[in-house]
């Protein structure tokens, strides 16, 4: 339950790794399983009996279930054919779902009648604006996505309250200092989704046969299923050994003390997972003793202990193999068109293969980041030709040639390697993924990286205030991103930025400004995207290490489970949630070309400070030599 629209890579990195280490492995995304068995005929059959007998004629259900109640016949007959659509399997249909009453429309088409009301009376003109008279297929897309959401809406609101289309029942994980509330869950009596989720399973269980089961948790919203799916492999097949690890283990449950996770499963792991599996995997076949394990936490007549043997070491980067997607249902996934926002829809839209270009990040010092974990902290690079003979394999197993390079911060240098090593070989891909805001990325580099086939970035401006983003050592200052981001988009690649606000000291006064910053530098065209995260101060990073520098006192923390996110008592006393809605208004029109003549402090619904910012900061910025620009070699 992460992405549907393409397979969280964890698990084609691992199959990848594991199978050129001679082992018989196989991959199975269960999530998308989920979804698909959902949305179908008799997915929707069962959700709409289990709606009647709850909904009975005297009470109110909510206007999600209503209209899903009141088009269940319409429903029916179309959410096949609307699956396969946005699968990609059936584009011809998009000339019905725009031009006829062909899908039932619930509360989530009202957005189309507001944008109807903005761009003119004729219905229609709404999605013109979005998507050109031309965009047929988008248009189809995005109206496919809405009727997707409706379902999802009236499933969450009428079958299981904790249903979304990424993320199920996250919030039992979410800061959860104790494993009861999930304990609990598990126990409880299965909704019509946790039914489908066992079901799903069992089937994985009898056609594949394991001896092990690795489940990824990347994120709170994957723990409850990999826990149901563990409780029902425990209960029925007691012999397979299942190991936990990912993301969400990583950061979160470094510090379990509750032995109760391990009635569902065998080994947790910590960091990267191909050493620990593969020791695993070695120590149940006899092949290594119960203590040569690595970073790996299990329970040992009832209490918990944990391995590390110290003459065992990771596997280095450039041999952790290439990852394959074999096994992966990858013609099932759904590209949806939610938000028109045009990043956005990169990450929602389309399958792409997903690639590390270097382990860790280069530049390891955000004071926000879990820089002293080892998926941040432990920098390995590869070789540009390396990476490309990954990238042509993974063309010819799946036959798709976009990449989305998943690392924290990609380096400029393998960047720029990695761009001349494709155009060389001449091979055409299209990629887009993370970065920092380097001077580095001079207008000469980002041609070159345009191109190789890159059509996007995204990097973090983060607070965009100088004084802060020193005190966070971001290492960029504003001016140096406006001229960086200018280059991007004058190479035809575009733009979002990581926006965040209430980090600690920062003042309403500061935000404000960073406000006309940001709109300045979509002004100025140097942004097409960008997103306002509020700061979360978490135990890895160095605020939350060393909270005296940064003038906090952090809250006591008592978990015997997840920890990670703390809270913490800020002197400036700034009441920062108030401005979320304000800073997220703004953002929204600028982003839709809106507003951006007016004064910042119209988005908000109380009285602020006016900026103090020049009005042509970023102007002046970008008519500076770009000299000291950093030249690309
Ligand atoms: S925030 Fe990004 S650039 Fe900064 S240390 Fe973390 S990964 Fe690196």
């Not at 489940?215 to 994957?222: A, D, E, Q, S």
């Not at 792991?269 to 690595?294: A, M, Y």
């Not at 960086?484 to 003042?507: D, K, R, S």
Request: charged letters at 25%; glycine letters at 8%.
């Amino acid at each position: 339950m992460t992405q549907i629209n393409t397979p969280y890579p964890a698990t084609a990195y691992l199959t990848g790794f594991l199978r050129e280490r001679g082992i018989d492995a196989v991959q199975a995304d269960p999530a998308i399983a989920l979804v698909l068995k959902l949305f179908s005929r008799s997915g929707l059959e069962a959700m709409g009996q289990r709606l009647a007998s709850r909904f009975g004629e005297n009470s109110a259900p909510p206007p999600s279930v209503k209209s899903f109640q009141h088009q269940l016949p319409q429903y029916l007959r179309t959410v096949e054919p609307a699956i396969r659509f946005l699968q990609g399997r059936d584009p011809m249909l998009a000339y019905r779902i725009c031009h006829e009453n062909f899908l039932p429309t619930g509360p989530r088409f009202q957005a189309l009648s507001q944008l109807d009301a903005q761009f003119g009376e004729a219905e229609g003109n709404g999605l013109a604006w979005a998507f050109g008279f031309l965009g047929l297929q988008d248009r189809a897309q995005h109206l496919a996505s809405l009727y997707i959401d409706d379902i999802a809406d009236a499933i969450r609101e009428g079958i299981d309250e904790r249903f979304e289309l990424s993320r199920y029942a996250e919030k039992l994980a979410l800061a959860a200092s104790s494993f009861e509330p999930l304990q609990r869950s598990l126990q409880a009596a299965p909704t019509l989704v946790d039914h489908y989720l066992d079901e799903i399973t069992r089937e994985l269980i009898k056609t594949h046969q394991p001896t092990v089961v690795g489940l990824t948790v990347p994120f709170p919203g994957n723990v409850y299923g990999a826990f149901r799916i563990a409780r029902v492999i425990k209960s029925e097949w007691p012999e397979i050994k299942i190991v936990l690890g990912g993301g969400y283990v990583n950061t979160e449950l470094r510090d379990l003390r509750d032995p109760r996770v391990f009635d569902y499963i065998d080994y947790l792991t910590l960091d990267d997972g191909e050493r620990p599996l593969l020791c695993i995997l070695e120590q149940l076949s006899g092949q290594r003793k119960p203590e040569q394990l690595l970073r790996t936490q299990r329970r040992e007549q009832g209490n918990l202990v944990w391995i590390n043997d110290p003459t065992v070491h990771d596997i280095p980067f450039r041999d952790c193999g290439t990852p394959t997607y074999d096994g992966l249902p990858l013609n099932h996934y759904l590209s949806l068109c939610e938000l028109l926002n045009p990043m956005h829809r990169l990450w929602s839209d389309g399958r792409w293969n997903k690639l590390t270009l270097a382990h860790g990040c280069y530049w390891k010092k955000c004071s926000f980041c879990d820089v002293s974990l080892d998926y941040i902290g432990r920098y390995e690079d590869l070789d540009a030709a390396r990476i490309v003979d990954r990238m042509e394999k993974l063309i010819a197993e799946t036959g798709q040639s976009g990449f989305h390079f998943v690392d924290e911060a990609a380096p400029p240098k393998t960047l720029a390697a990695l761009a001349k090593e494709i155009l060389k070989r001449g091979l055409t891909v299209t990629w887009w993924g993370n970065i920092r805001f380097e001077k580095t990325f001079s207008p000469e580099l980002t041609s070159l990286l345009a191109a190789s086939g890159c059509i996007a970035v995204s990097g973090g401006l983060e607070v965009a205030s100088d004084r802060l983003l020193k005190l966070m050592e971001k290492g960029v200052t504003v001016e140096q991103v406006a001229r960086v981001t200018h280059a991007f988009t004058q190479a035809g690649i575009m733009v979002h930025a990581y926006l965040m606000f209430g980090f600690p000291t920062q003042t309403l006064a500061e935000t404000i400004d960073s406000l006309e910053r940001v709109r300045q530098l979509f002004e100025a065209g140097c942004l097409q995207s960008a997103f306002w995260h509020r700061f979360a101060c978490t135990i890895h990073s160095p605020v939350g290490r060393h909270p005296e520098r940064y003038g906090i006192t952090l809250l006591p923390l008592e978990s015997t489970f997840a920890q990670n996110d703390i809270g913490f008592e800020d002197p400036s006393g700034v009441d920062h949630d108030s401005l979320h809605p304000g800073l997220k208004k703004a953002l929204y029109n600028y982003m839709h070309g809106m507003g951006l003549e007016e004064d910042v402090r119209t988005w908000f619904d109380f009285p602020v400070p006016k900026a103090k910012v020049p009005r042509g900061l970023v102007r002046k910025a970008l008519s500076l030599p770009s000299a000291k620009a950093g030249k690309f070699r």
